[in-house]
């Protein structure tokens, strides 16, 4: 009679909460490394400078198209034609006041027809030129107001592109490793450093297939480390990945320290047993004297069927069939 309890192995890695691999989302040449393996830092802190030219000149010239755009820069060729308006609305005026005295003249018999239909024809042609001068300002100063919001556009465009060349911590964390030196071609494709919580570590675990339907959260975790020998500590688990992992036919699981080793560091190698039952005052017999078909052999020699329970790498759980009374005879190999 004895407790026994069921477990799920599980290999797997510490990893530091939060941890992530720093990638570059554009091409370039290292220019600047401004951190080292073991700093501190916080979200939104540089890390990385990456040189690249084009973008460089890129930027001067978005720069001097939208200084050029810019409206007050313009304000000549608006002021000209506000000038043209105003010779445009005195002739207008002009020509009116002619076409009035014409008019009051022809109401006199005095001047001819022709006299006054040129007055008219004057007038009509002042009024409409006015009118293009009117419509020349308004498209002038939208071409203007919208080349100078598009210039302006493309300046901040480049300028966030040219954010892109340094690459900055996502996270308050620690810098655990720096991958690339002044100098090196940086790719998107390649990680620049390996960033994660300097204090707070979890365990990725992986869980076979035909074992990942008994695991369930809240599950206590004895884990052995290589970094701590004879040494037990424990977890949970905390989070299962619902997606099977192809190539190795197992799930992740993610576990948390109950009891934390003093030290720790990202990619130590991890073994864990997962319990997922356990009973108390249980019968139990060792493995081995289990036969096939789930039959033992008893002192007399005959062979008595049982129905078995709980098992765990060494002892298996009777639920019927034998009593902590009974003597067992240990089947020959």
Known sequence: MQDITESVYASGIVKSKGQYQV???VNGIMKEVLVEEGDTVKAGQPLFKIFNRTSELNQ??????AE??????????LQELLLAIDVARKKMKNDSMLLIRQQNLWSQ???????????????QNSVKEFESAQIRYTDLRRDLELNAKQAQTNLEISSTITEDYIIKSEINGKIYDVLREPGELITPQSPVALIGDVNEFLL???VDEYDVARVKIGQLVFISMDSYKGKVFEGKVTK???VLNERTKSFIVEAEFNSKPPILYPFLTAEANIVVNQKKNAVTIPREYLL???YVITEDEEQREVETGLMDYERV???SGLTDKDVLLKPEN
């Open 23 to 25: 990638f570059s989302t």
């Open 68 to 77: 050029h755009a810019r409206l007050d820069r313009n304000r000549q060729k």
């Open 292 to 294: 096939k078909g789930n």
């Open 240 to 242: 299962i990945n619902p």
């Open 204 to 206: 990725e675990l992986q």
């Open 317 to 319: 759980e009777i639920t």
């Open 109 to 123: 018999n005095i001047g001819t027809q022709v006299d006054l239909e040129q007055r008219q024809l004057s007038y």
């Open 60 to 65: 001067r010239n978005a720069a001097l198209a």
